[in-house]
């Protein structure tokens, strides 16, 4: 049986959550969409796997629903991609009443989402997340997003989807690395919001048997945080815990040879430590983090030299004029945001300007 949770956003939508709902994603999409006509958009991994299933889907509720691949991984989640979509669409012929059916992961849903944004001033979409990090964290919210070579996700759009559908069965193809890297966004929820969900990740034995209730919990948090603070004024800001390092290291590597949860996990790693050192956060609160990350194969350290790392962050996007809001931690499940001057931000992590 699915579980219906509501997000009451300015555009309110119900996130499907179910073993097997795949499926329903036609019938599903037939009650939101105002025509039968729907672009689908994946990629050269997730379209082999679950393409013709949703294609299927749909034209048995009724859609005209041809599908576009761009090649797999974040370093296509860029402007190329961006203008290839808005030509296949223009191509298919959608309209502003119709629908983007995003069926994949992170770069999918935000690539995809952007599209949809900012196609014809805004098309209606729909997420059919088919990774953990989807699943828990980029499907909900309608953060959508593209990356410059400057730094990641810097043009983008809010726009939040009218449906999405969560598949708990879609990530039996998940390798672990991919596994690993949605682990470390159900981290980072843990550690800003839940101890509770913290003890339960530890003491877990198959995380992968407990999965439809660890993603319906990790929705939730994301979901309270995002009906609190739909446009990231204040509060959202917390669920950038580990971002603004990780979001670096990831720009240093040109988006290859790490995951984003792994970024994540080192950027969590990095900026308690360093909170710590500042009088912050409470010893040995990295120390409990970092026992998180290795139970699920996730690093607690950064692959390059910290002065790489913040100088590149200081690009971030969480930068607001001469500040930057860092999301630190009071303890685990507890977080805040401190504000430091850009100038002080090498001072913070004991760098010299």
Known sequence: ???????????????????????????????????????????????????????????????????????????SKNMRTLQALYRFFAQSDLTRADLVVALGGGVVGDAAGFAAATYMRGVDFIQVPTTLLAQ???????????????????????????????????????????????MGEVAKHACIRSRALYDRLLACGDIRAELPEIIAENVRIKRDVVE?????????????????????IEKCLHYTGISHGAAVAAGMHLITLHAEQNGLTPPGTATRIDTLLKKYGLPTASPLPLEEVVHAALNDKKRAGGSIHLVLLKGIGDAFIHTVPVADLPAFFGLSA
């Open 136 to 182: 828990v964290d980029s499907s909900v919210g309608g953060k959508t997003a593209v990356d410059l070579p400057e730094g990641k996700n810097l043009a983008g759009a809010f726009w939040q989807p009218r449906l999405v559908v969560c598949d708990p069965d879609v990530l039996d193809t998940l390798d672990d690395e991919n596994f690993a890297c949605g």
């Open 1 to 75: 049986m699915a579980d219906i949770i509501p997000v009451k956003t300015g555009r309110a939508y119900d996130i499907h959550l179910g073993r097997g709902i795949l499926a329903e994603t036609g019938r599903l999409a037939a009650g939101v969409a105002r025509t039968r006509k729907a672009v689908i958009v994946t990629d050269t991994h997730v379209g082999p796997l679950y393409g013709a299933r949703i294609t299927a889907s749909l034209e048995a509720a009724g859609f005209e629903a041809p599908l576009y691949a761009f090649e797999a991984g974040e370093a």
């Open 228 to 248: 609190h603070d739909e446009r990231e004024k204040g509060e959202r800001m917390l669920l950038n815990f580990g971002h603004t390092l990780g979001h670096a």
